[in-house]
């Protein structure tokens, strides 16, 4: 294993499998063992038709080689795609694919309402955020947790109790959407976070 691998894999922190194993199959050609289930709700009948919301196909790809080293085969592509220059970014624009760098952190948005004088919360969510972006830009992150690496996505939950910061400095990957927040921040899917250390800085061309 060469230097740079390990430490890409010591710095790996969110990676989606959807997205690697799709950009794999697409540059080296593997054609992977697929089942297809179908699966139907409780409340769909027997004879619904299949654009029926109640009925879905799940898809189980299985491939000879782990997602890690599917990443390590595509990362010299990867490195070299380009940055997202998000204060250029205009709503109503198509997605846009690119690396950005800044510090994923945190947040916790709590709505409230007044009930007999006294504030009460009536609902409360969690998510990622990227931070530390040019102009004060934050982007929200759309995550799904099994794509974390192990111990990550327990920090969502720990906001309500033990963790009063987190910052760490990340390279992330990612399909940025035309959606903002009610603070105008966009949003976006993370496709590949990894700490931004000088030796995977170095390899990412685009951001030199």
Known sequence: MS??????LDSLVYLDKDFVADRYELATGANAATTITRLQGKKAGANLLPFSAEISAQETRSYAVSTQHMLMELWPDLAEQPTVNVSEYAERSMSEFGWVQGHLSTFQV???SQRDGQDVVTAQSSHFQLRGLEHGRYIDLITTPDYFASGFNALLPLQMTLLAKFALPVCMYMRLLPAKD???????????IVESRPTLTRDIQALL
Do not use: F, G, T, Y
């Not at 230097?3 to 890409?8: D, I, Y």
């Not at 009610?182 to 590949?192: D, M, S």
């Open 110 to 112: 709590r709505s409230k």
């Open 182 to 192: 009610h603070a105008e921040n966009w949003i976006a899917v993370p496709l590949v």
């Open 3 to 8: 230097n740079l691998h390990k430490s890409l």
